[in-house]
T-cell receptor, first 114, second 113 residues
Framework: DGGITQSPKYLFRKEGQNVTLSCEQNLNHDAMYWYRQDPGQGLRLIYYSQIVNDFQKGDIAEGYSVSREKKESFPLTVTSAQKNPTAFYLC?????????????FGSGTQLSVL | GNSVTQMEGPVTLSEEAFLTINCTYTATGYPSLFWYVQYPGEGLQLLLKATKADDKGSNKGFEATYRKETTSFHLEKGSVQVSDSAVYFCALSDRAAGNKLTFGGGTRVLVKP
């Protein structure tokens, strides 16, 4: 079945540590996105990539980094510079030219600080 | 900039009650409007959409009408079920903003049997 797989489901970060969240899709979508979800708030865009080897900052990119070496994969690294990393992280993909009319989301990763 | 405002939750209803979730938006262009639903522990799923004024999106008994004059896209369902318990997000996509989605804060709905 086609879809988006995020792993791990739960992740714990120690102070000063970098952690990487995985996102893999087999939908053959060109565009991929990372969102952060905090309780009672809407989703906020961290980074997005419209094509392999290219990505752009979203609204809250500070303290995060990404790579897009393969079409299927868009990992997100939460660096030690992100002082408030506890949140639910959602990866999504879409086909460009659709006006982002249908984003496909993964099931998310809950990141917590120890 | 673009923004989406939703009514705050949680909204608690009894089964078979009528559900309305208000959503208003601000956009620089002519946006497409969406409702996404998030069931517990899952990612978001597209529930319905409308791409121009007066369009009505519908799916699974839910409806929303694109009202340009009031910049609104309220979600309604005539008779909710326990399985409708979820968080509902209103969103817009604006070509003037590069087609990126702007989400509202989400409204948690709890349906009790």
């Amino acid at each position: 079945d086609g879809g988006i797989t995020q792993s791990p489901k739960y992740l714990f970060r120690k102070e000063g540590q970098n952690v990487t969240l995985s996102c893999e899709q087999n939908l053959n979508h060109d565009a991929m996105y990372w969102y952060r979800q905090d309780p009672g708030q809407g989703l906020r865009l961290i980074y997005y990539s419209q094509i392999v080897n290219d990505f752009q900052k979203g609204d809250i990119a500070e303290g995060y980094s990404v790579s897009r070496e393969k079409k299927e994969s868009f990992p997100l690294t939460v660096t030690s510079a992100q002082k408030n990393p506890t949140a639910f992280y959602l990866c999504a993909s879409s086909t460009p030219g659709t006006g982002n009319e249908k984003l496909f989301f993964g099931s998310g990763t809950q990141l917590s600080v120890l | 900039g673009n923004s989406v405002t939703q009514m705050e939750g949680p909204v608690t209803l009894s089964e078979e009650a009528f559900l309305t979730i208000n959503c208003t938006y601000t956009a620089t262009g002519y946006p497409s409007l969406f409702w996404y639903v998030q069931y517990p522990g899952e990612g978001l799923q597209l529930l319905l959409k409308a791409t121009k004024a007066d369009d009505k999106g519908s799916n699974k008994g839910f409806e929303a009408t694109y009202r340009k004059e009031t910049t609104s896209f309220h979600l309604e369902k005539g008779s909710v079920q326990v399985s409708d318990s979820a968080v509902y997000f209103c969103a817009l996509s604006d070509r003037a903003a590069g087609n990126k989605l702007t989400f509202g804060g989400g409204t948690r709905v709890l349906v009790k049997p």
